[in-house]
């Protein structure tokens, strides 16, 4: 998963006509650090979906843009676009994160 590191690449990223799916996060986040030990498999998985990995605190106008009310959390993005949000509480799982992958 590539990191974002500016706000112009995030901008790039999710304007491309390839889907992209940013996982918000932080460092101090102890639900985040679980993700880490599941989420490379998944990714292995939907490799229709281009990964991206934002660090909420240093980017926190694009958590409250996109309404990144909790972390982690994943964005899916195309076109400029988003189109799906899978909130904290429900991306605590290998299952809730292949569920809401699978409804897209």
């Given at each position: 998963?590539?990191?974002?590191?500016?706000?112009?690449?995030?901008?790039?990223?999710?304007?491309?006509?390839?889907p992209?799916?940013m996982?918000?996060?932080?460092?101090w986040?102890?639900?985040?650090?679980?993700?880490?030990?599941?989420?490379?498999?998944?990714?292995?998985?939907?490799?229709?979906?281009?990964?991206?990995?934002?660090?909420?605190?240093?980017?926190?106008?694009?958590?409250?843009?996109?309404?990144?009310m909790?972390?982690?959390?994943?964005?899916?993005?195309?076109?400029?676009?988003?189109?799906a949000?899978?909130?904290?509480?429900?991306?605590?799982?290998?299952?809730?994160?292949?569920d809401?992958?699978?409804?897209?």
């Amino acid at each position: 998963m590539e990191k974002i590191t500016s706000l112009d690449m995030f901008e790039q990223c999710i304007s491309l006509p390839e889907p992209a799916i940013m996982v918000f996060t932080a460092d101090w986040c102890p639900d985040c650090r679980r993700m880490e030990m599941f989420i490379d498999d998944i990714i292995a998985e939907y490799t229709q979906y281009k990964w991206y990995e934002v660090d909420r605190d240093a980017f926190p106008t694009l958590a409250e843009t996109y309404e990144v009310m909790g972390i982690p959390s994943l964005l899916l993005f195309q076109d400029g676009e988003k189109i799906a949000h899978l909130h904290s509480a429900n991306a605590k799982t290998p299952q809730q994160v292949r569920d809401f992958l699978a409804q897209l």
